[in-house]
């Protein structure tokens, strides 16, 4: 089961900044945040994962929340190349044991609108 | 950087036959490489991990004398769908981690099965 909670689906205006918010209440202490998107048709792309400090790549921010419960990812900029599913993960560190995977809930799709 | 490729993009195959799918890191060894299925309007679902030269891991359900993986480098895997039937038909992704700890995923293969 997803340990991730993100709502089904949301929209923004190309040009502005578009901030996705995701659940994870029950993170444990050596879990941490990735976020991948998959557009239509193609394998998912890697954005960006943070443990408790907030993270900034080329791509997008990703904020989390002093309690590491939420998260949000930003992307500052949105494009309508940037309407995708945007997958919310939460994944032990390391190359062993079940938490080490990625498992896939059912993201929220973020439709950007010219 | 981070670039894993699939072969082929797209398939179609008749029913009984095989079907072999090729992954590869194109810029960093693989450690471990996953193999994903995805149907219609549903996520990704984690079919099997394998390890460089060890015996893959199949997830709960998953046929292993179905769908054979290889991984006998540190830069491909093979996934063999074996007597393909249509309830096979799926987008099939793969994915390789390295050193980086982070999943990188290839564009995926549309499997046809007539």
């Known amino acids: 089961d997803a340990k991730t909670t993100q709502p089904p689906s949301m929209d923004c205006a190309e040009g502005r900044a578009a901030n996705l918010p995701c659940n994870h209440s029950?993170?444990?202490?050596?879990?941490?945040v990735y976020w991948y998107r998959q557009i239509h048709s193609q394998g998912p792309q890697y954005i960006i994962h943070g443990l408790k400090n907030n993270e900034t790549n080329e791509m997008a921010s990703l904020i989390i929340t002093e309690d590491r419960k939420s998260s949000t990812l930003i992307l500052p900029h949105a494009t309508l190349r940037d309407t995708a599913v945007y997958y919310c993960?939460?994944?032990?560190?390391?190359?062993?044991?079940?938490?080490?995977?990625?498992?896939f809930g059912k993201g929220i799709t973020l439709s950007v609108r010219p | 950087g981070a670039v894993v490729s699939q072969h082929p993009s797209r398939v179609i195959c008749k029913s009984g036959t095989s079907v072999k799918i090729e992954c590869r890191s194109l810029?960093?060894?693989?450690?471990?490489m996953f193999w994903y299925r995805q149907f219609p309007k549903q996520s990704l679902m984690l079919m099997a991990t394998s390890n460089e030269g060890s015996k893959a891991t199949y997830e709960q359900g998953v046929e292993k004398d179905k769908f054979l993986i290889n991984h006998a480098s540190l830069t491909l895997s093979t996934l063999t769908v074996t007597s393909a039937h249509p309830e096979d038909s799926s987008f099939y992704i793969c994915?390789?981690?390295?050193?980086?700890?982070?999943?990188?995923f290839g564009p995926g293969t549309r499997l046809t099965v007539l």
């Open positions: 810029d960093f060894q693989a450690t471990t």
């Open positions: 994915s390789a981690r390295g050193a980086t700890d982070t999943q990188y």
């Open positions: 993960i939460v994944r032990s560190a390391g190359y062993t044991g079940a938490n080490s995977k990625l498992t």
């Open positions: 029950t993170i444990s202490g050596n879990e941490y």
